[in-house]
């Protein structure tokens, strides 16, 4: 069957250092991988978006990898601070495959960053 | 307004009550989704537009889920006769074009609580 994991259990890390989530999925073959950040009671946030092509994708302080061959990808954010506290939604792009525009999610990782 | 717009934020239905759910979506993107989170899970997708066209509704639950965009711009969500699994939080989405690999943007929700 079909399936996207993250790291169930909350991700706890000191202020300054890196946090790496990671998303793994089977059966899927995307186009393109999404990761959004959500706050309680708010909607999910667009951050990045990586090709199938692309190995590696930055953006200030954070940092997304892509490795179909594993079916996995890894986001990375450097210097962590206390605001980047919040669940981290992974997001696989199946349109071509779909022929709609529609995102299949993983559950989201919950990252706690202490001061 | 400059983002996505849901309407009612919060909604509390008695059991068996219809409900319909607004969507106000960035002026002039092409595409709209409609996702239901339930709590401590990721967005599942429930439908998408193409403009005024509902092109994917494979993911409404039943046939009690009804959704239309009828002149390509708002959307509604409509559940007849809601029941307790109802109960979530429906993300409306909306990106500018029609091609794949877009940036989405999703709205803060509605939050539906049935009883």
């Known amino acids: 069957s079909q399936k996207i994991e993250q790291n169930s259990e909350a991700l706890n890390i000191q202020e300054g250092k890196t946090a790496t989530l990671t998303c793994n999925y089977t059966?899927?073959?995307?186009?393109?991988l999404q990761w959004y950040r959500q706050d309680p009671g708010r909607g999910p946030v667009f951050l990045l978006l990586i090709r199938e092509n692309e190995k590696e994708k930055r953006k200030e302080r954070l940092k997304v990898t892509f490795d179909t061959t594993l079916k996995q990808s890894l986001f990375h954010i450097t210097a962590s601070q206390p605001a980047d506290s919040a669940t981290y939604l992974c997001a696989l792009d199946i349109s071509f495959s779909s022929n709609t525009g529609k995102l299949i999610f993983g559950q989201g990782t919950t990252l706690q960053v202490k001061p | 307004g400059a983002g996505v717009s849901q309407s009612p934020r919060y909604k509390v239905a008695k059991r068996g009550q219809d409900v319909a759910l607004r969507c106000d979506p960035i002026s002039g993107h092409v595409s709209l989704f409609w996702y239901q989170q339930a709590l401590g899970q990721g967005p599942e997708f429930l439908t998408y537009?193409?403009?005024?066209?509902?092109?994917?509704k494979s993911g409404l639950p039943s046939d009690r889920f009804f959704a239309e965009r009828p002149e390509g711009s708002v959307s509604t969500l409509k559940i007849q006769r809601t029941q307790q699994e109802d109960s979530a939080v429906y993300l409306c989405a909306s990106s500018p074009t029609n091609l794949f690999g877009n940036t989405i943007y999703f709205g803060e929700g509605s939050w539906l609580t049935v009883v």
């Open positions: 537009f193409q403009n005024e066209a509902q092109l994917d």
């Open positions: 059966n899927y073959s995307p186009a393109y």
